[in-house]
């Protein structure tokens, strides 16, 4: 197992070399710095037989995973609308060291190959996206797939709106740095209602996920710690 932890300029260039001499690779997320290096990364690894995991730790909460075998049980008909937050902010704890690398460099290679469509004033705002919000993306296509953007709001670089839609089902997204760390998801179905908090894993606190039942008024409450870094590797 081969474990790449380099720069979103160079992890593309970086994974597409080793893929020939693993059959298993993990990387520090986003791990491509667009779609097209995505597409390619997928092309290679199949022909290499090879399988790429990416660090989106928060798959591996339990209640995460509670949320997705009931959902499983759910008509889909039955779904009024879903919203999903995250604010990824305060994520280092003061008490803890932290580092960034400090080389004057990157590789020769890694290059930053923005998307075509995409303004040069909106550079900084990519960077800033992909790193702090492809979490909750991952977890939304964890849930839902063949989503189509309706609408996509910038506030500032840090500060974004999104409308989603599903099979003609809203999608409402919330990317921001207020607050504390905190990923909140709700779904909301004509008897049931969802929702689930999770918080900074760096602090050990265990996430809640609250099952409604719209038609009797009562709520159950699952409160589950999962470590997810342990649980991921």
Request: glycine share 2%; net charge positive; no cysteine.
């Amino acid at each position: 197992i081969i474990f790449n932890i380099s720069s979103r300029q160079s992890s593309y260039y970086v994974i597409k070399k080793f893929l020939k001499f693993s059959k298993v690779i993990f990387s520090e997320k986003p791990g491509v710095f667009n779609y097209s290096q995505a597409k390619n990364l997928k092309k290679i690894s199949k022909n290499y037989k090879s399988k790429v995991f990416f660090g989106y730790m928060s798959r591996f909460d339990q209640n995460i995973i509670r949320l997705k075998k009931i959902l499983s049980k759910q008509k889909l008909n039955n779904l009024i609308k879903a919203d999903f937050f995250i604010s990824n902010n305060n994520f280092y704890l003061k008490n803890k060291k932290h580092f960034n690398s400090k080389e004057k460099k990157d590789f020769d290679f890694a290059i930053e190959n923005y998307p075509n469509f995409l303004n040069k004033k909106f550079h900084v705002n990519y960077h800033i996206f992909i790193n702090r919000y492809s979490h909750i993306i991952n977890l939304i296509h964890f849930f839902l797939n063949n989503l189509k953007v309706k609408k996509f709001g910038i506030i500032d670089k840090y500060n974004y709106q999104t409308e989603l839609s599903f099979k003609n089902k809203n999608i409402g997204v919330n990317f921001s740095n207020k607050g504390n760390y905190l990923i909140k998801i709700k779904f909301d179905y004509e008897r049931y209602f969802y929702q689930l908090k999770m918080f900074n894993p760096l602090k050990n606190k265990a996430s809640v996920l609250t099952v409604k039942d719209k038609k009797t008024s009562i709520s159950k409450k699952y409160v589950r710690y999962t470590n997810l870094f342990h649980d991921e590797i």
